[in-house]
Every structure is written in C-alpha cells, then in structure tokens.
C-alpha cells in the first residue's frame, strides 16, 4: 500500500472507525470478503513495523501488496462503529496509553525549559565571576598582605593609614565620622572613601598608568625602591582641603596625607591658607601671652619629616598646646610643607597653636639659602610672595606663665635696646627685619659659650653683658649672666628660652660658666635633627607644666630624596656631560694644530694658546662646580680635615668647624643654592 493508505489506516485505527474499501486488483476485478477488525488491524500494524502510539515518518516505505491486507467492500459504511466489549476495552487501552505518552511528552518539554532557564542563569553567573577571577590575577599579591596589614592596623595611627592606603585623590569623598578621633586633629577626622564603594576592595591605587601595590608599612611592591612610595602628580583643590566655603577649618588629616606622599596643594589652596594665617598673625600684639601647659619646639628648617615625626610623640592640638620659635624654612628640602602644615594647624586652633618670628623668615636671608628657590620650582613667585606676607606678621615674642614663675621665649635672645617687655612692645614688626636695632638682638643675638673664650677668668664671665655677635657678621649681640640676670629681674621671669643654634642632643642649659644656681637661667631647644644631614645631632622638645618643667630627646627619621637646589636628574648631571666632552674638544684640537703638517705664523700660535688656556680654564671651572655638587651629595665632611684632627672630633663637632669654616670662606652661607653653570 501506498503512504496515504497507511496514514488512513492509522487514523482510522486511534478513532476505532474504520471501513471498507473496494481494491481493484491489477489480475482480477473481484471485491475480497470482509474480516474480523481486530486481527486485520493486528496484522497491518505487525506487516508495517508500526505501533499504535507512534506516527509513521517519512522515511518509512510502504510494502507490496501484503498478503494479510484485506480488500474493504465498497459498500461498507466508513463511520461504522466495533460493536464487541473488547472492542471498549481496546480503545480505552490505547487512549490511557495516548494519555500517558502526551504527559510524558509534556514532562520533557517541561524539563527542557528548566534546563535553558538553568542554562541560562548559570552562563549569567560565570561571567562576573570570571571578571573577578581576572581581576584577582591582576592583583596578586595583595591578598599575601592583608596578614601583614591586619598585624599594623591598631599600630598605625589614622595620618600614617592615609599616608599609606590613599588612592586617586580626584575620586575622594570626604565624610566626617564622630567616634574616637584620633591624637592628630581629632576634631578634623575623616574618612576616605572610593566613589561607587566597593566591600572588601584593597585601595591601594594611585595616580599612575601602571598597577602597584601600597603596603600598610609604605612599601611599594612595584618599584625598584620598595621603601619610598610613587609620588602623588594631582593637586588638593580647595574644597578638598577646606571644609566649608568660609575656609575657617582645614582637614588636616588629609593634607598631611597628601603632603606625605610628595603631593602638592593647589596654587589657590596655598595662597588661601597663607592669607588667612596672615589675618590670625595680624590680630596678635608682639608678645603672646600662654597658660601652662605648653610645649616648646625650636628651629626645624624645612625638615618636613621630622616635624610630624616629633607632633605624633609630643602631641598637637586640642589636646596640646604647642608654641614653636621660628625657623621653619631653608636648609631643609621641605620647607613649604612644613610651612603649610604649622599653619594648618593655626587656622584650625588659632587659641592654642602659637607661632613667633625667626632670622630667616626675611626676604634676605631666603634668597641667600634655598626657600626662594623651592618656592618657584615647586609653585610660583605668588607663594613666595605670600609667605613673606606671613612673616611680616608674625609676632617677636612669648611668655608662658606657670604656677613657680614665667618663661620668656624668643627665637635668638636679647639685647641692650631690648631689656623690657615694652622695648618690644614699640617694635613695629610688619617689615623685613633690620639688621640693626631691636629688631636684630631678637632674632640673631646668641648666649656667651665659655669653651670658646678659655682665656675668660670667673671674674669677666660674671661680668660679661653685652658684646656685638661678630661670629654671625655684628648682627645681634653676644649676652652673658649679668644681662639675662638684668633682664629677668626687670621682667619677673626666671627663664629665657630661646632657639637659633644646634645643639648635640637638642637641648642645652646655659649656666655661663658660673655655677650659682641649680636652676638654669637660659635655655636653647633645637627641633631639626641630623641637622644639614652632617651634624649627626638629637632633637628635642620642652615642656612646661603648672608645677614642673621636662624635655624630652627625638632622633631622625627618614626622608625622600631631592637634588640639590632642586634639579632634576638631567639637569643635575649636564654639567658632568659637559665636562666630559669639553676635555674631550679640547684635546682633539690640540693634537690636531700642535701635531699637524700644517705650519703656523708666531701670530698664530699665541692666538692658539690663549684659545686653549681659556678652555682649559672652562674646564677646570666645571669640574669644580661638579666636585661643589658631590660635597653636598655625599655629605661626608671628614675629607676636609686631617687624619688625626678627624679622629678626635666628634661627627657634631666637625660639623660645627666645617659651617663656620664656610661661613668665613664664602660670602654665602655653606648648603645654599648652587647656581648653574653658563654653558
């Protein structure tokens, strides 16, 4: 039978009606009997390998005329029903079965959706995973310091976490936090926070192209130097660094952070502080009036490291009160920051943060050392300008009153033009300093140092007054125990606390080689430690309480690197080149014309020597310019002395001699500014 007698015969057997037809034969024009259904249904679907509950695909051929097909009549009714019970039965059985297999088919239909939707959702959850999979790749490493991290965490303190965990400052949020400030600025504690937050993301990154890691102990994994982290290359602006449009609070935490890391403010954020020092300063008499407890720090020229170093032991505001005596710029390579830092600190504790003047806050002084020139390499003429302006106002003087009498504290010390407190008064403070007057004997004068004149009897050291202070060119004066002894009674202190001079271990009681009372009755503090980076010297901080008086002693700490007279490496090494090639030149030439066939006049030649000498002379100027540079690279002072006078001086007291030995061979102070070589 053909495909649509077999598709006929199937859709007849599921409805159970069925009929028959006439089937010519090709042989005979005879119509077949009619049989039995059921064994003819069994035998076509046996002949033609179908069953019930399948459909016949298109691939399946029918048979030859099979031999069990019976030939319908061609009368039979097509819509003829089976008459027999089994014949129920049969067509209940097929339709359970027809059932069964659609909710069989249902169920995988079913299933298989499940398993896309799974499909699906999985496929959607490796993607992010395998992004973080790549992100993790990317920061390796990091998780083998978070044991590291967590040992330092309750170490550190929150300025030195800034320092080392601040990423890309333009990302910052600032948000204020009120629970347990910290030791610096505690009122001013912020939190640092990336923008959208991420949980449990290192944050260690910073302005650059390339990854690097930022360890809690400041160690940067990716550099050839681990211990001197990537300079920061964005500036603060001014709503980072002010918390309000009034800019009456600086977030201090933050700038020391920024600063830390060799970031710079704002040209704007800059001027903007200096300003509004300046209007504190201005609203100030000449002579500060401070209540115990006070703690007193001396000069710390520029040593910016150090300084936040001696505030985290000592303490800054509110919870101390702190007074500094001047020189804060020059000598060191960070004297803007710390500048900048100290009068932070004044905007924000105007009432407890106190600054005076020292000799080289002057225009004269700082174009003769090197805080001109770090004004205008790492800003401009305007801020150095400004910072003149802060100067200018600074006030000359303080006195700290305590329960057992009142400290007078100046930067240099006294005079015979300055021996009351309203002889101070009179001095109009807001100009440069002269180098005569009043003025003078504040910030340059110096106590008498015995072991310098053994030539003194007790006699003369009892009498000694006033002398002019050749040993810093008769600015100022030299002062003995009479005048202190005058100028104390005459004011009702007991102690002159003064700075200006290094000291071995940063403190020094001055008794003027008379030893007549226990108490001393002038005092010098010095702040900077390692002093020029030769002098191998301590620091130290004094503190005045109600009932008592301390001191306490700082070592150095370290600090980034920076060319003298704050070149870059190309710049620092031209004149090296230069040399180099000149010397080089200059041989080449003379080989060439002494040594040639070619004959020269008498005319010639002398034109040819005084050419060559002149060279000669260029050269031998670079190469000590060159070896002037090295000295200050190398620091290492024991080559200017002999053998056996090296052995017998200690590092502080070569030190001494080599300064002053300079101070006395140049017009100009030793470690200032070198100037360029004209090339």
């Not at 800019?247 to 970031?263: N, S, T, Y």
């Not at 008498?602 to 000498?613: G, H, P, S, Y």
Request: hydrophobic share 35%; charged share 30%.
């Amino acid at each position: 039978m053909d495909g649509k007698k077999k598709q006929s015969l199937f859709s007849r057997a599921r409805s159970r009606s069925f009929s028959m037809k006439k089937r010519k034969d090709d042989s005979s024009d005879t119509i077949s009997e009619p049989v039995d259904t059921k064994s003819a249904l069994r035998k076509v679907i046996s002949s033609d390998n179908l069953r019930v509950d399948e459909k016949p695909t298109q691939d399946a051929k029918p048979k030859a005329d099979s031999p069990s097909a019976p030939n319908p009549p061609a009368n039979a009714n097509e819509d003829s029903q089976l008459p027999d019970s089994k014949d129920v039965d049969l067509k209940e059985s097929i339709s359970k079965k027809a059932n069964s297999e659609k909710k069989r088919a249902g169920k995988k239909s079913s299933k298989e959706k499940k398993d896309r939707k799974s499909k699906e959702k999985e496929s959607k959850e490796k993607e992010p995973k395998e992004k973080d999979a790549k992100d993790k790749e990317s920061l390796r490493g990091k998780e083998k310091q978070k044991e590291p991290e967590a040992k330092f965490k309750n170490d550190d303190d929150e300025a030195k976490q800034l320092a080392r965990k601040i990423p890309s400052l333009s990302r910052f949020k600032m948000a204020h936090h009120a629970e347990n400030p910290p030791d610096v600025c505690q009122s001013n504690e912020i939190v640092l926070t990336l923008d959208p937050p991420v949980a449990n993301k290192p944050r260690t990154k910073i302005h650059s192209t390339k990854s690097h890691q930022i360890t809690r102990q400041g160690l940067d994994t990716t550099r050839v130097v681990t211990s001197v982290a990537r300079p920061i290359d964005q500036p603060l602006s001014l709503n980072m660094v002010f918390e309000s449009n009034s800019f009456d609070k600086v977030r201090i935490p933050l700038v020391l952070a920024h600063m830390r890391r060799q970031g710079r403010l704002d040209v704007g954020v800059v001027l903007k502080i200096l300003e509004k020092s300046t209007e504190i300063f201005k609203s100030e008499s000449n002579i500060l009036d401070i209540k115990s407890p006070c703690t007193v720090f001396g000069d710390v020229h520029g040593q910016f490291y150090d300084v936040i170093n001696i505030l985290e032991i000592s303490g800054t505001p509110p919870d101390t009160q702190c007074l500094f005596l001047g020189d804060y710029i020059d000598r060191g390579m960070f004297g803007i920051e710390t500048l900048l830092y100290l009068l932070s600190f004044k905007i924000n504790y105007p009432e407890s943060f106190w600054m005076i003047r020292g000799n080289h806050e002057s225009r004269q002084i700082t174009q003769n050392f090197n805080f001109h020139k770090e004004c205008l390499a790492k800003y401009n003429e305007d801020v150095y300008n400004a910072a003149m302006g802060v100067f200018d106002a600074l006030p000359l003087a303080a006195v700290v009153h305590t329960n057992f009498g009142d400290f007078f504290c100046v930067h240099g010390g006294i005079g015979p033009d300055v021996l009351k407190y309203r002889d101070i008064k009179k001095i109009n403070r807001f100009q440069e300093p002269q180098l005569k007057g009043p003025f003078a004997s504040l910030l340059w004068s110096d106590p008498i140092n015995p072991e310098e004149y053994p030539d003194m009897t007790l006699f003369d050291l009892q009498t000694f007054y006033f002398r002019p202070n050749e040993g810093r060119g008769s600015v100022g004066w030299l002062f003995g125990q009479r005048a202190v002894n005058a100028f104390l009674s005459k004011n009702k202190c007991v102690t002159l606390v003064r700075g200006h001079e290094v000291q071995q271990y940063g403190i020094a009681e001055h008794y003027f080689g008379v030893e007549t009372s226990d108490f001393p009755k002038c005092i010098t503090v010095f702040s900077a430690p390692n002093y020029c980076e030769i002098y191998k010297n301590k620091a130290a901080f004094l503190k005045l309480f109600p009932e008592s008086m301390d001191y306490e002693v700082v070592e150095a700490v370290d600090h980034p690197y920076v060319l003298p007279d704050f070149m870059n490496g190309i710049s620092f090494s031209l004149s090296f080149v230069v040399e180099i090639v000149a010397a080089l030149l200059l041989k080449t030439a003379h080989f060439l014309f002494r040594e040639g066939e070619e004959i020269l006049d008498e005319e010639q030649e002398a034109r040819l020597d005084e050419l060559f000498k002149k060279s000669k002379a260029s050269v031998e100027q670079m190469k000590r310019q060159r070896e002037e540079r090295m000295q200050l690279i190398n620091k290492d002072i024991s080559t200017y002395f002999k053998d056996s006078e090296a052995k017998s001086l200690t590092p502080f007291e070569m030190a001494v001699k080599f300064d002053k030995g300079m101070e006395s061979a140049k017009p100009k102070l030793f470690l200032r500014r070198i100037k360029s070589t004209p090339f």
